[in-house]
């Protein structure tokens, strides 16, 4: 069965960094594209950053400049280094992976960025 296991997430004041790590059993893990998506309460679930097997990546124009994604194929561990935390980016945060039709998601971890 492939789990995504996803940790990091916790409570931040404004201004502050968090690093969330997804951890995945998908084999080969280097092929997949990996996503970091989150949901707000009441709001739909919407991606944050993505990154391909070539290590191209893309990012929410909301996230640009603040978010860097990243992956290491040895450790099948996707990143998301989160710098300049606004309370807007509280959500819990989800990790994906892609290949053709093959499409998975983590359980989440939730983030709060508060004073």
């Known amino acids: 069965q492939v789990q995504l296991v996803e940790s990091g997430g916790g409570l931040v004041q404004p201004g502050g960094s968090l690093r969330l790590s997804c951890e995945a059993s998908v084999r080969p893990f280097s092929i997949y594209t990996m996503g970091w998506y989150r949901q707000a309460p009441g709001k739909q679930r919407e991606v944050v950053a993505r990154?391909?097997?070539?290590?191209?990546?893309e990012y929410a124009d909301s996230v640009k400049g603040r978010f860097t994604i990243s992956r290491d194929n040895a450790k099948n561990t996707v990143y998301l280094q989160m710098n300049a935390l606004k309370p807007e980016d509280t959500a819990v945060y989800y990790c994906?992976?892609?290949?053709?039709?093959?499409?998975?998601w983590g359980q989440g971890t939730q983030v709060t960025v508060s004073s």
């Open positions: 994906n992976a892609v290949y053709v039709h093959l499409n998975y």
């Open positions: 990154i391909t097997r070539v290590g191209s990546t």
